[in-house]
């Protein structure tokens, strides 16, 4: 079994800026791809970046410059930077693995979400005015 925690969300004015963590525990040996993505109730949970276990990172385009994925590899922690927050940007935000580096090279950001085995409980994200 994996385990994922995220920390770090919480209150932000727009044009701020938050680092989201996700601690990754547990059977790690073979994670391949890890995740992050939002969900806003009512709607459909949110691909925002995924990257493989060799370094390769793919950010949902409307994303892209505003936040950045990172790891420190010594503790198993991947960080989510999120730059130029915007009230949009407000939403539940989950760390998610898997196994297979195929679920990081899905091109449909939302429909991976369908893929990956494992998920974090999510942390809040508020942006205000």
């Known amino acids: 079994q994996i385990q994922l925690v995220e920390s770090g969300g919480g209150s932000v004015q727009a044009g701020g800026s938050l680092r989201l963590s996700c601690a990754v525990s547990?059977?790690?040996?073979?994670?391949?791809?890890v995740g992050w993505f939002r969900q806003v109730p009512g709607k459909e949970r949110e691909g925002l970046v995924a990257?493989?276990?060799?370094?390769?990172?793919r950010y949902e385009p409307s994303i892209k410059g505003r936040f950045t994925i990172s790891k420190d590899s010594a503790k198993d922690i991947f960080y989510l930077q999120m730059n130029s927050l915007k009230p949009e940007d407000t939403a539940m935000y989950y760390c998610s693995a898997d196994r297979r580096v195929s679920v990081c090279r899905d091109s449909d950001y939302d429909g991976a979400a369908l893929e990956y085995g494992y998920w974090g409980q999510g942390t809040q994200v508020t942006v205000s005015t």
């Open positions: 547990g059977d790690i040996h073979g994670v391949f791809c």
């Open positions: 990257i493989e276990s060799l370094g390769r990172i």
